[in-house]
């Protein structure tokens, strides 16, 4: 068996409830720092790849 596929990390959206209690949703591969709406707070900063997350993911949308 042969793998010839190069295998690219899948990106979505990501739910994510701040400690505020505000809702949002965050591109998992952000490339620039995602602040919450309401609070201004640091929701996603980038990391070379997938999206550091500070807060609950509560959903994975495609
Ligand atoms: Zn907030």
New binding site residues.
């Given amino acids: 068996m042969k793998r010839s596929y190069i295998p690219q990390p899948r990106s979505h959206f990501l739910r994510i409830t701040?400690?505020?209690?505000?809702v949002?949703e965050v591109f998992s591969h952000a490339t620039t720092n995602v602040v919450?709406?309401?609070?201004?707070?640091t929701?996603a900063e980038p990391s070379g790849g997938i999206a550091k997350i500070y807060?609950s993911v509560i959903e994975v949308l495609d």
């Fill in positions: 701040c400690e505020c209690g505000n949002q919450c709406r309401v609070c201004g707070k929701l807060g």
